[in-house]
């Protein structure tokens, strides 16, 4: 599962099934990368407690919040925490999804 950014995250966490497609995600253990505004939706779902984490510096007290421990990282950086992947800004795609590739075991030949 991919979340991506942006500000319409805002509206999307305010939908069920979207929610619960989030939750099914982290119940099964599958990959899961979210990046910059995208973390709204898993501080939602209910499934950051324990999680290591970063978001959009603004995200940061809403993953303390849901119990996540926020890491403050450069933009171009990404946080890994078991099958998730997170970046705080668009800076971070190369690594963010370079991380969440690994977590599906996939390898990228140049």
Request: net charge negative; charged share 20%; aromatic share 8%.
């Amino acid at each position: 599962m991919v979340v991506s950014g942006g500000r319409a995250t805002e509206y999307l966490r305010l939908n069920g099934e979207v929610l619960d497609l989030t939750r099914h995600f982290f119940e099964a253990d599958n990959p899961v990368a979210a990046i910059c505004h995208g973390i709204q939706i898993l501080v939602t779902a209910g499934i950051l407690q324990g999680r290591k984490l970063t978001a959009y510096p603004d995200i940061g007290p809403d993953i303390q919040t849901a119990r996540g421990e926020w890491v403050d990282i450069t933009p171009e950086k990404a946080v890994v925490d078991g099958n998730l992947v997170t970046s705080p800004v668009w800076p971070g795609h190369s690594e963010w999804l370079g991380r969440f590739l690994e977590r599906l075991s996939t390898k990228i030949e140049p």
